[in-house]
């Protein structure tokens, strides 16, 4: 059974992202289609000792463009995020493990928001030993949008089952998929708790919070979480 999921390739991604690329025998990272504003391509949280807090890289976008076409606009963020993430981490277990590779990335030239993100999560991916394999949406070439658009990429790369996040049952034709003979699944991803720093746990962290606190075991701590459909 050849199990697809497509999901936007965020910023630093939290916890659930990576359960999806596990769960999957092809991951495709759906860089081809609308920027979101105000959702995670260009952000998510950390936790800090007053609860938790937003990273955000600015980005210059029009109206209706591609994510893999997304512009980051000037340098400073750089030294914001890397204060941020040091002044909150900097007393994990195993922020030393990880910080100058994640430094060294957040240190680089980026023009595009797609390469960043893209950077950051194959260092993740190796980090956790994740073995499925990946691919870009655009190196489809797939001209659909919505559920036509998963649809293509479902049958392009031999899907037995496509897997969607929760929200697709909102959204999602089930009807072209059934008519396909591709099963759809929906997962439900069940955070696990792992040791935080900083207080009381806190879920749907950026995945560092995860690597920070508790290292070579997050690996196993990623494979135990379940991920269920309904």
């Not at 909102?170 to 003979?181: C, G, T």
Request: proline share 2%; hydrophobic share 35%; charged share 25%.
């Amino acid at each position: 059974m050849t199990i697809i999921s497509i999901r936007q390739p965020g910023y630093l991604p939290y916890l659930g992202f990576f359960k999806k690329i596990q769960s999957s025998d092809i991951f495709v990272f759906l860089d081809d289609v609308q920027y979101e504003r105000s959702g995670f391509d260009n952000r998510n949280k950390i936790k800090t000792v007053d609860g938790n807090m937003w990273l955000t890289v600015p980005v210059r976008n029009k109206f209706g463009q591609k994510l893999n076409q997304v512009i980051i606009i000037d340098s400073e963020w750089r030294s914001n995020h890397r204060l941020s993430i040091r002044t909150n981490y900097q007393k994990a277990p195993y922020f030393s493990k990880y910080w100058d590779t994640i430094d060294e990335i957040l240190c680089s030239k980026w023009e595009k928001l797609l390469d960043l993100n893209l950077k950051l999560i194959q260092f993740f991916i190796k980090e956790l030993r994740l073995n499925t394999k990946t691919i870009l949406s655009s190196e489809l070439q797939i001209e659909l949008s919505g559920s036509e658009k998963l649809l293509e990429i479902c049958k392009k790369l031999g899907a037995k089952t496509y897997m969607s996040g929760e929200n697709g049952k909102q959204y999602l034709d089930q009807k072209i998929f059934a008519d396909s003979k591709i099963k759809v699944i929906y997962e439900k991803f069940q955070h696990p708790i792992y040791r935080q720093i900083n207080g009381n746990f806190i879920s749907n962290m950026a995945i560092i919070d995860l690597l920070f606190n508790e290292g070579e075991n997050s690996k196993d701590i990623l494979l135990n979480s379940t991920n269920l459909d309904a």
